[in-house]
C-alpha cells in the first residue's frame, strides 16, 4: 500500500525530546560526553537529518530507550494502519471498529511518531465515512485542516481526496468532484495509486447524471477489482453501470445487469448491495410504468436496509413516488407519514422530498412556499446543485403557468447556470 510507504522513518527528534523532558533531564545533561547542545537541539526539532547512527544511539543508551523495541513497535503500527485502510475499503465494518480502537490505544497519549499519526487522523476522515457518522466528519475536517500545514504532499493528497467523499456523500456535488479529480490527478504525479477513486468519481459523475463520465470510471474499478478479487466492490461498480445503462433506455440490458448482481450479492451475503440492487429495480420499473412491480422492488429493499438511515430514507422516496404515479394517493399519504418518523433527523434530502410530495397530492397551496422558502435555502446551504436545480425548474413551470414570467425566466435561468455547473 502506496500510502503509508515512508511513514515507518522514525521521528528521532521528537523521541529524543519527549523522553528527555520526561526525565526532566535538560540538553546539557543529555548531550555532555556525546554531542554539542546545538546538535542536540537541532534535532530535537527536526531541523537536520540523522547523520550519525552512533550518536543517537549513544543517546537512546542513556535515555534507557531500546531502539529495536520502538522499531518494532512502529512496524506494527504501520502494519494496523494498512489493515485498517483495507477494511475500509472493503467496507468491513467490523474488522475496521476493531483496528480503530486498537490504533487510538497507540495515539491516545505519546504521539511520537508523528508521520503514522498524522496518517491515522487522515484516515479518521475516511472511517468516519464508513460508519455514517456526518456529524463527526465535518469535526475532524475541521481538526485536519488545522494540521495540513504539517503533513506531507500524499498525506495532503488523501486528506482532499477523502475530503471530497465526504462532500460527495452530503450532496456538495461541485467541491466535491473537484476534489477527486484532483487527487486523482495528484496520486499520478507522485507515482502512487488507489483505484478506489476511479469507484468514488463513477459514483459521483452517476449522482450527477453523467452517463459516459459515470460508465468510465465504473468500467476502469469493476476491471481493477475483478483483477484483486475484489468481488463486493466490483459490485458496487456494475450497479452504477446498472444505473446508467437503465438511464439511457436499454432496459432489458439493465434487468440483466441486476439480476446477475443479485446472484453474485446473494452468494456472498452483501446485504447492502442487495438493499441497493432492489431499490433500483424499483426504479427501473417505475420508469417502464410498471407500478406494481416497482412498488414490490422497493418494499423488498427495505427489508436490507436499516431504519433511520439515509438509505432507508431513499427506498421510501422511491415507494411514496411509484404509489401516488399509481394513483393509490392513500397508501402515498400513509408511507409519507410513516417515512418521516423513520427517517434519521440529519437527512434533510430525503425529509424534504417527501413533504413535497405530500404538499402536491393534497393539493396545497403552500407548496411553492415551501419550495422558494424551505427547500431552496436547505439544499442551497448544503451545495446540493442537483435538488436545487429540480426545484428552481418548478418554479419556473409554476410562475410561468400562472402567467408571471419575469419570475418564471428568473428561475429558469438559476435552473440552467447550475446545470451548467453540474456537466462542467
Known amino acids: 500500500m502506496r500510502m ?20 526532566r533531564m535538560t540538553q546539557e545533561e543529555l548531550s555532555k560526553g556525546i554531542c554539542s547542545i546545538s546538535y542536540l537541539s537541532k534535532l530535537e526539532n527536526n531541523k537536520m537529518e540523522v547523520n550519525s547512527d552512533e550518536v543517537v544511539l549513544l543517546i537512546f543508551e542513556r535515555l534507557n530507550i531500546d531502539i529495536n523495541d520502538y522499531r518494532s513497535e512502529v512496524k506494527e503500527i504501520e502494519q494496523l494502519l494498512m489493515n485498517w485502510y483495507e477494511s475500509i475499503q472493503l467496507k468491513n465494518k ?20 508523528i508521520s503514522l499519526y498524522y496518517w491515522f487522523e487522515i484516515i479518521s476522515l475516511r472511517y468516519l465515512v464508513l460508519i455514517n457518522d456526518n456529524e463527526s466528519c465535518y469535526q475532524k475536517l475541521k481538526k485536519l485542516n488545522k494540521m495540513e500545514k504539517n503533513f506531507d504532499p500524499l498525506q495532503l493528497v488523501y486528506l482532499n481526496y477523502f475530503s471530497g467523499i465526504v462532500k460527495c456523500k452530503n450532496h456538495e456535488l461541485i467541491e466535491g468532484i473537484e476534489l477527486l479529480i484532483n ?30 463520465l459515470a460508465m468510465y470510471h465504473a468500467k476502469r474499478a469493476i476491471e481493477y477489482f475483478n483483477e484483486h478479487s475484489l468481488y463486493q466492490r466490483s459490485l458496487d461498480c456494475q450497479l452504477i453501470m446498472g444505473i446508467n445503462i437503465a438511464r439511457i433506455g436499454r432496459f432489458d440490458e ?3 445487469c441486476y439480476h446477475n448482481i443479485i446472484k453474485t450479492a446473494s452468494q456472498l451475503n452483501a446485504q447492502g448491495t442487495l438493499g441497493r440492487v432492489y431499490t433500483n429495480l424499483g426504479y427501473l420499473y417505475q420508469k417502464t410504468k410498471d407500478y406494481k412491480k416497482s412498488i414490490e422492488y422497493f418494499s423488498k429493499s427495505l427489508e436490507f436496509k436499516m431504519p433511520r438511515t439515509k438509505e432507508y430514507g431513499n427506498s421510501i422516496n422511491g415507494l411514496v413516488q411509484s404509489f401516488i404515479q399509481s394513483g393509490d394517493i392513500e397508501q402515498g399519504l400513509a408511507w409519507i407519514n410513516k417515512g418521516i418518523k423513520l427517517l434519521p433527523s440529519s437527512d434533510g434530502t430525503n425529509r424534504i422530498r417527501l413533504k413535497k410530495m405530500e404538499l402536491e397530492i393534497t393539493n396545497s397551496v403552500n407548496i411553492y412556499d415551501y419550495i422558494e422558502n424551505t427547500a431552496i435555502p436547505y439544499f442551497n446551504n448544503k451545495g446540493d446543485v442537483y435538488n436545487l436545480c429540480d426545484c428552481y425548474e418548478e418554479l419556473g413551470d409554476y410562475y410561468s403557468s400562472i402567467f408571471q414570467y419575469k419570475k ?17
Do not use: W
Open 94 to 113: 467490523t474488522n475496521a471498529t476493531n483496528y480503530f480502537e486498537q490504533l487510538v490505544t497507540y495515539f491516545s497519549d505519546e504521539k511520537l511518531q
Open 4 to 23: 503509508l510507504e515512508n511513514s515507518s522513518r522514525i521521528d528521532y527528534g521528537k523521541l529524543i525530546y519527549h523522553h528527555r523532558t520526561k526525565k
Open 254 to 256: 439493465a434487468k440483466n
Open 408 to 424: 418564471s425566466s428568473y428561475y429558469y435561468a438559476l435552473c440552467n447556470t447550475n446545470r451548467k455547473k453540474l456537466n462542467t
Open 183 to 212: 487527487s486523482e490527478k495528484d496520486i499520478k504525479e507522485l507515482n502512487s495509486t488507489d483505484q478506489e477513486i476511479d469507484y468514488h468519481l463513477a459514483l459521483t459523475y452517476s449522482h450527477i447524471n453523467n452517463i459516459p
